[in-house]
C-alpha cells in the first residue's frame, strides 16, 4: 500500500490524554474468545505479545531470525508451526508471499488485552491542497470503540482552516476509512492533481455539478476532473482523547 504524507512536513502524532477504551465484539468473536482462551499456549500468546509489540515499535511484523531470538529457539520450523496455530484459531492473517506480512486480527488484540494497530501516514491539509511524498511503516494504538476498523483506516494529522465549519481544525487528527463508493455529502481525502486535501465530496444536478466543497467560506469550491481521486472518506476526528463522528 503507497502512504500519504505532506512533503515537509515532520511525522507526528500525540494524543491530548489516554483514550478510554471499550471492548467490542460480535456474539460470535465472543464465543470464538471464550473457545480460544481455552486452547491457546503460553508459547502461542507469547509469540502473537512479540508480533504485536514489533509492528508498534517499528512499524512492521518481525522476521523469522526475529521472532526465533525472542523465543529462543533455532528452527524457523517452530515458528512456523506456532504461526499456524495462531492463525486457525484466527488471531492472525499472514501472507506466505511475503515475510514480514503478519496482521493481528481483532480476536488477537482481545487475548492480549491490547488496543488494535493502524497506520499513521502523515499530514494533509484542510486548505489548498499541497504536495505529497510516500512513505511506510509507523503505526499507531487506536481505542477499540471504533468499530470501523474492520475496514482498512489509517490516521491523519490535517494542517489548515477550511474544515473548521466542520468541526476539523488546524492540527486536528482524523481517521480514514478507504473506501471506493462516496455519496454527496462525504467528507474525504481527495487526491487532486496539486496533492492531498480533505474537503466535502458534492454531487449536484447544476453546475459545476461534481466538486468539493470547503466548510470556510475563505476557500472556493474545487471542481472535481478526470486526474482526481477519492483515497477514503473521513468518519471520526479526535477530540480532546476521544474519538467523535464528522458533522
Known amino acids: 500500500m503507497s502512504y500519504l504524507f505532506s512533503a515537509g512536513q515532520a511525522v507526528e502524532f500525540y494524543l491530548q490524554k489516554e483514550l478510554y477504551t471499550v471492548r467490542y465484539l460480535t456474539p460470535d468473536l465472543l464465543v470464538s474468545y471464550n473457545n480460544t482462551m481455552e486452547k491457546i499456549t503460553k508459547r502461542q500468546k507469547q509469540l502473537l505479545e512479540i508480533i504485536y509489540n514489533y509492528i508498534k515499535d517499528t512499524g512492521y511484523p518481525p522476521t523469522f531470525e526475529e521472532m526465533r531470538e525472542s523465543l529462543d529457539v533455532v528452527s524457523n520450523q517452530s515458528i512456523i508451526d506456532l504461526l499456524t496455530k495462531l492463525e486457525n484459531q484466527k488471531l492472525l492473517k499472514r501472507n506466505e508471499a511475503s515475510a514480514r506480512s503478519l496482521t493481528i486480527l481483532p480476536l488477537g488484540n482481545k487475548i492480549l488485552e491490547r488496543p488494535p494497530l493502524i497506520p499513521f501516514l502523515g499530514s494533509?491539509?484542510?486548505?489548498?491542497?499541497?504536495?505529497?511524498?510516500?512513505?511506510?511503516?509507523?503505526?499507531?494504538?487506536?481505542?477499540?470503540?471504533?468499530?470501523?476498523?474492520?475496514?482498512?483506516?489509517?490516521?491523519?494529522?490535517?494542517?489548515?482552516?477550511?474544515?473548521?465549519?466542520?468541526?476539523?481544525?488546524?492540527?486536528?487528527?482524523?481517521?480514514?476509512?478507504?473506501?471506493?463508493?462516496?455519496?454527496?455529502?462525504?467528507?474525504?481525502?481527495?487526491?487532486?492533481?496539486?496533492?492531498?486535501?480533505?474537503?466535502?465530496?458534492?454531487?449536484?444536478?447544476?453546475?459545476?455539478?461534481?466538486?468539493?466543497?470547503?466548510?470556510?467560506?475563505?476557500?472556493?469550491?474545487?471542481?472535481?476532473?478526470?486526474?482526481?481521486?477519492?483515497?477514503?472518506?473521513?468518519?471520526?476526528?479526535?477530540?480532546?482523547?476521544?474519538?467523535?463522528?464528522?458533522?
Do not use: C, H
Open 124 to 247: 494533509t491539509t484542510a486548505g489548498s491542497p499541497m504536495e505529497t511524498m510516500e512513505i511506510a511503516g509507523e503505526w499507531k494504538q487506536i481505542s477499540p470503540e471504533i468499530k470501523e476498523l474492520k475496514n482498512n483506516v489509517f490516521i491523519l494529522k490535517v494542517f489548515g482552516d477550511s474544515m473548521i465549519n466542520a468541526g476539523i481544525e488546524n492540527e486536528d487528527i482524523v481517521l480514514v476509512k478507504e473506501q471506493k463508493e462516496f455519496i454527496s455529502g462525504d467528507i474525504v481525502l481527495a487526491q487532486t492533481e496539486d496533492g492531498s486535501t480533505i474537503k466535502r465530496f458534492i454531487s449536484d444536478d447544476k453546475p459545476p455539478y461534481v466538486y468539493l466543497k470547503p466548510e470556510n467560506q475563505k476557500y472556493k469550491n474545487i471542481v472535481f476532473t478526470d486526474g482526481m481521486e477519492l483515497k477514503g472518506k473521513v468518519i471520526s476526528i479526535l477530540k480532546n482523547g476521544y474519538w467523535e463522528p464528522v458533522k
